[in-house]
């Protein structure tokens, strides 16, 4: 399995940026799916999670202006980043979890919010 972020970038804050993750499998394939984040000189952390059966849970500094959705047919999982805040700079990975448990990263996307 193999997972391919894009999109990132440098945006002022108070604006928005979507970024991909194409998943080589199929995206029917896992239990779980998501995103991190990790800021320099901090620990990763998690920025949204889906569950299969589930609803995306969100932390709580995000909720409300960031949005994750996928695209079924393209194998894709996006995250729609609004209202975006000098503090959500980071980079920004993907993730899924197979039915084993096995997880699996993307090679991360920058963004940076500054002005």
């Known amino acids: 399995v193999q997972l391919q972020a894009s999109g990132g970038g440098l945006v002022q804050p108070g604006g928005s940026l979507r970024i991909s993750c194409a998943i080589s499998?199929?995206?029917?394939?896992?239990?779980?799916m998501g995103w991190y984040r990790q800021a320099p000189g901090k620990q990763r952390e998690l920025v949204v999670a889906v569950i299969r059966g589930g609803g995306p849970s969100y932390v709580d500094s995000v909720k409300g202006r960031f949005t994750i959705s996928r695209d079924n047919a393209k194998n894709t999982v996006y995250l729609q980043m609004n209202s975006l805040k000098i503090e959500d700079t980071a980079v920004y990975y993907c993730?899924?979890?197979?039915?084993?448990?096995?997880?699996?990263w993307g090679q991360g996307t920058q963004v940076t919010v500054s002005s």
């Open positions: 499998g199929s995206i029917f394939d896992f239990n779980a």
């Open positions: 993730n899924v979890i197979d039915p084993r448990g096995y997880q699996y």
